[in-house]
Every structure is written in C-alpha cells, then in structure tokens.
C-alpha cells in the first residue's frame, strides 16, 4: 500500500509541476520566435506591408551626435505603383524615431528609383513614384529637430528606429507602414 502511495505522489507531482514547466517551455519557443531575444545588432526590419525596407546603412560618428549618414533602400511589395513624397517635415512621408528623442526629420541628399530590370528611373521634384516590383534608394541625414534630441549614435554601436514610411496609390489612398529597423552603425 505504501508503495502505490509514493507512485501516486510521484505522479501527481509530475502533473502538477510537468504542466508548469511545459507552459514555460512553449512561452519561451513563442518569445524566441518573436525576437524578443534577438540582439539588436543583427540586421532587422520588422512590420512593413506596402514599402519594406531592403537593405540600410547608418554610419555613425566618434562622438555622441544628434544626426547620422544613412542610406535606405526601400522596395515597393504592395502589388501596385506607390508615390512618395520627401524632404517634408509637414506630410513626413519618411520618419525615423529613436527611443526615447521622438520624430527625427530625415533630410535627404540624393535618391534614385531602380525598376525590376535594375535600371535607374528618372526622379524629379519632391514625389517619386516607385513601380510595383521595384526599388528607391535614399541617401542623406537624419536629424534632430531640436537640440537636446539626439537621432544618431557612435560607430560600431547598436540602433534601432521605428520607421514610418507614408505612401500613395494612384487613387491618393495614403497607406502607412510603421515598422522597426536594427543594427549597428558603421
């Protein structure tokens, strides 16, 4: 008798305490696979629907800055031709926002769209139509657009933006994709 009541304990133990621990198991896989435990210097882009970020790259600086060098490169996966329009702190067709330092204006120097075949398109004034199927690239600064904010970081340290990213179809139905970037400044 006293031999099926330590069987019975065992087994009630395992019950008890194997469902806890099954439980965490399960939430750790369904954290791991949302990652949560992903470094935020491995290369990220997390979110986008219309305009997805492909490749970018933000050189950062010796000291701590309120600005930093980027290069964007943005694909168009919506199916349809998309516009953007830059170099608007009003309408803010792309925001980049740090933790912490809130909207930072993204000014941007020289930009070019390339089809599906890889060929440049001619871009011209502040809206760029960006093909179903193909890529703008985007290269200038992100600023601050107050002192005390900083939207840039060190060399070799780790970032990551949230990134807005407003377009237009060609029935002006304006479609917004907010989404994370991560990596490490050059």
Excluded at 14 to 40: K, N, R
Excluded at 70 to 97: C, H, M, P, W
Excluded at 122 to 145: C, Y
Aim: some cysteine.
């Amino acid at each position: 008798m006293v031999k099926k009541m330590k069987g019975q304990g065992a087994f009630e133990y395992l019950m008890s305490y194997g469902w806890a621990v099954l439980v965490v198991i399960v939430l750790g896989i369904v954290l791991w696979q949302l990652g949560v435990f992903a470094p935020t210097t491995t290369p990220r882009a997390t979110g986008f629907v219309n305009v997805q970020p492909a490749t970018w790259e933000l050189k950062g600086n010796s000291s701590d800055s309120d600005q930093a060098q980027v290069t964007l490169v943005l694909q168009n996966i919506a199916g349809r031709d998309l516009t953007i329009y830059l170099n608007s702190t009003e309408t803010g067709s792309i925001k980049f926002t740090k933790s912490g330092s809130g909207n930072c204006y993204f000014g941007i120097g020289s930009m070019w769209v390339k089809d599906e075949q890889g060929v440049n398109v001619t871009v011209s004034g502040e809206a760029i139509a960006i093909p179903a199927g193909s890529t703008m690239v985007a290269m200038g600064t992100i600023n601050s657009t107050a002192a005390a904010k900083k939207c840039g970081g060190l060399s070799k340290s780790p970032f990551r933006y949230t990134l807005t990213i407003i377009s237009y179809d060609e029935y002006e139905v304006t479609h917004t994709d907010t989404g994370t970037i991560s990596g490490r400044y050059s």
